[in-house]
């Protein structure tokens, strides 16, 4: 899909006392049991790329205080990419593979880094896939993993303007109702081209990218989004927007669901 805004070893252990919970006793409701299994400290950071990549943020990965990204594909993914429109971290009945980590040119699958996560009743497991940055699977304590899972999630800190909204936008229940017009959403942003200017990218029919732009106007986050789900709850024919074919057989054809408002995106 075309996007015009364009995680070795770790070494080894640190001492116990750095890895935290070893061996002991755990209460368990009104039961007392022994926790034979040693685990590792999580912990994420979310920081600007450099400047060479652009502009964006990644999430870092630290391991016993170790930075995993970095020694795996290179670059920890976007937010963008883990938390929304869900926070891809947390625990679910089955394994599951989350992306973690891409090409310090900031492209996933130039180099990419994935983990397996597998939920066991107190601990959570997860296995390194692609570019390792350690030959050994990791373990977590559930209560700590959590913990740091639901402070990853709810961190604003970090976000910008952009950011706030892009959260939002992904987040809105506007976006349930697109299905029935044969749209999904792609993404959001700042237009690369004027940054006064926010985008949306839906796709429809797994066939075209569609764009709509809304003016930042001086506007806060939320603001903005308002004008946004109006429109995306609105009929698209009626929507000011721009239309690019994925594939060379429409790359000339607009989309049917096209009205007088739409035109064909200029690469």
């Known amino acids: 899909m075309f996007d015009p805004r364009k995680l070795a070893s770790a070494g080894p252990h640190p001492p116990d006392r750095s890895r935290g919970r070893s061996s002991g006793i755990r209460r368990d409701g009104q039961r007392l049991r022994r926790s034979l299994v040693h685990v590792d400290l999580l912990r994420f950071a979310i920081e ?58 900031g492209v996933y699958g130039c180099g990419s880094t994935d983990i397996m996560i597998t939920a066991e009743k107190d601990v959570v497991h997860w296995d390194w896939l692609i570019e390792k ?58 237009y690369y081209a004027d940054p006064t200017f926010f985008q949306v990218s839906l796709v429809f029919d797994d066939a075209y990218q569609v764009f709509l732009h809304f003016p930042w106007a001086g506007r806060t986050p939320e603001q903005l989004v308002d004008e946004i789900e109006r429109t995306l709850e609105s009929n698209p024919r009626s929507w000011e927007a721009k239309w690019h074919g994925m594939a060379r057989e429409v790359r000339a054809v607009a989309p049917r669901i096209a009205g007088p408002g739409w035109s064909l995106y200029r690469i």
């Open 48 to 105: 600007p790329v450099s400047a060479d990549v652009g502009r964006g943020f990644e999430v870092q990965i630290f391991v016993n205080d170790v930075e995993m990204t970095s020694a795996g594909a290179g670059l920890g993914m976007d937010p963008s990419d883990l938390l929304l429109p869900a926070n891809r971290f947390w625990p679910a009945d089955q394994p599951h593979r989350v992306p973690v980590a891409r090409c310090d040119c």
């Open 133 to 190: 940055p350690m030959n050994r699977r990791v373990t977590f304590d559930r209560d700590q993993y959590l913990s740091e899972v639901r402070r990853l999630e709810t961190d604003r800190s970090w976000e910008t303007p952009e950011r706030v909204a892009v959260r939002l936008v992904a987040q809105s229940g506007a976006l349930e109702r697109l299905v029935h017009s044969g749209l999904r959403y792609g993404f959001s942003g700042d």
